[in-house]
């Protein structure tokens, strides 16, 4: 069975379209992915995100262990401060991309739905392994997440939010210990915005002053479908779709979230090696963007040719309603990588012409 | 989502295809209830006029911001005309599934063909089950 999030009544009562996604009964859409997808460009939006996992990290050990498990060097994250940054196996394969959050006294990472668990098995695991005192807990059921993102968000959130959420600039958090509610600026659609943690039986209460807050700016509730769309214009990476166990950080154009400096992370050899692979190797895969010719759009799997030569594998693919054509991300060997490169992509057996195009796809202005 | 609309007097596809017959030409487009489930349209894939195909061949595809989702040919057939203005406005399928939505004209090779698709009162007994 599916779980349902603290908001999954709200979805029913908005006659949103609802699909199984990680686990748990997600709106895809309410009005129409464009729609929405034009509201978080234009106004803003509101997003349950709740599905996300949070894993509280704490003890006198926390700091060490977590900097053995993420890329990230933490040791200079500061308290407020919130750092992206990834979990990988020995061999360098990706397990889970997460944001950590350094609180007073612990750590709280964010991390996919659908790998929240394994998240939690592979995290104790090591500490058991490491006989680190680091205690894990998982919040993931206590707490709710709601997004809002867009030119407007920060004028909506002042309105909503008791912290004050002015003051924050991008990547940092304020926390209040009595509402138990946790905001950070930042999100996942390439707007301004903030990600807003509270407990579970006060997230509808939230998601409800948002909404009443967003009437007349044209604040629209958006589901996972323009949530996809967003982030692929922005071209952050999906956890399943762009990044997994077959990639590394790596090749995935995430390597200024590691720091290959530090000798026991977990998968640090293998991603040493990576970055000389794809220093000296031009047929080595890296994620590339790109931007097709008409709105006719790659999806996953679909196969990226440079000339004659097959020369990637689209990860992501969509239409864009920002640049009213199709585009993704997919691995293209590096010699046919670069901006500006002509490649095509295979779609139901015809080659469509596009190019190779700098990431992001979109910049806001 | 919204109540889907079943038109009387047309014929109907267990794949979500409508057709209406005009003399011994056929019009074929996807219904309300596929509309409604794609999504935003964002591309229409149409056959090129002249294209000879049997029924419930493969002939078109429509793509939403989501997923990509082939368009049968309910008759046996050749293509006369293709819906031109679907190129630059491909969310008038969305707007007007059974109207300016429309996809491709075939001229009816065979009209017992029409005795294995189903009419507006059966479609909508389809649609009931697949709620």
Redesign the interface.
């Given at each position: 069975m599916a779980e349902l999030t603290p908001l999954y009544e709200r979805h029913v009562e908005m006659g949103a379209r609802i699909i199984e996604f990680g686990g748990f009964m997600m709106p895809v859409q309410y009005s129409g992915i464009i729609e929405e997808h034009n509201a978080v460009r234009k106004a803003a939006g509101v997003f349950d995100v709740s599905h996300m996992g949070e894993l509280e990290v704490s003890g006198k050990d926390a700091l060490a262990f977590l900097n053995r498990l993420v890329t990230r060097n933490l040791e200079g994250l500061a308290k407020g401060r919130v750092a992206y940054g990834l979990m990988c196996r020995e061999d360098g394969g990706i397990l889970d991309d997460l944001t950590v959050y350094r609180r007073q006294d612990s750590y709280y990472l964010v991390v996919n739905a659908s790998t929240a668990k394994a998240d939690l098995a592979w995290m104790t695991a090591h500490r058991d392994q490491w006989g680190s005192d680091a205690e894990i807990r998982d919040l993931s059921k206590a707490t709710g997440k709601i997004d809002l993102q867009g030119p407007l968000a920060a004028g909506i959130a002042a309105e909503t939010c008791p912290l004050d959420t002015g003051k924050l600039t991008y990547f940092r958090f304020a926390e209040d210990r009595d509402s138990g509610m946790l905001v950070s600026r930042s999100g996942y659609t390439g707007e301004d915005g903030f990600e807003f943690y509270l407990p579970a039986a006060e997230t509808a209460a939230l998601w409800d002053r948002i909404l009443q807050a967003g009437e007349g700016k044209g604040l629209l509730p958006c589901g996972l479908g323009a949530r996809d769309t967003l982030r692929l214009e922005a071209c952050l990476v999906l956890n399943g779709s762009d990044i997994g166990p077959e990639y590394d950080p790596i090749v995935a154009g995430l390597g200024w979230a590691v720091d290959l400096g530090k000798d026991d992370l977990v998968g640090v050899e293998a991603l040493r090696s990576s970055a000389e692979r794809v220093r000296v190797d031009g047929g080595t895969r890296v994620l590339a963007a790109f931007v097709l010719e008409g709105r006719s759009s790659g999806r996953h799997g679909d196969t990226i040719y440079d000339g004659e030569n097959a020369v990637g594998l689209v990860t992501s693919g969509s239409f864009s309603p920002t640049l009213g054509r199709a585009v993704g991300m997919g691995y293209v060997a590096k010699n046919s990588a670069a901006a500006g490169t002509e490649v095509d992509v295979e779609i139901r057996k015809r080659r469509v012409r596009g190019k190779i195009s700098q990431r992001p796809l979109y910049n806001r202005s | 989502?919204g109540e889907k609309v079943v038109p009387d007097g047309l014929y109907y596809t267990k794949e979500h295809e409508w057709l209406r017959v005009e003399g011994d030409v056929a019009t074929i487009g996807v219904t309300d209830h596929a509309q409604q489930e794609l999504?935003?349209i964002?591309?229409v894939?149409l056959p090129d006029p002249g294209t000879v195909f049997h029924q419930f061949e493969e002939a078109g595809?429509v793509?939403s911001?989501?997923?990509?989702s082939d368009v049968y040919c309910p008759v046996s057939g050749e293509v006369t005309k293709v819906n031109m203005e679907l190129a630059d406005d491909?969310v008038v399928v969305n707007a007007e599934p059974y109207d300016g939505g429309w996809l491709f004209k075939v001229r009816i090779e065979d009209p017992t063909e029409l005795d294995n698709l189903m009419g507006a009162e059966e479609y909508k007994l389809l649609l009931g089950e697949e709620e």
């Open positions: - | 989502m999504g935003d964002t591309y894939e595809v793509e911001v989501k997923a990509a491909p």
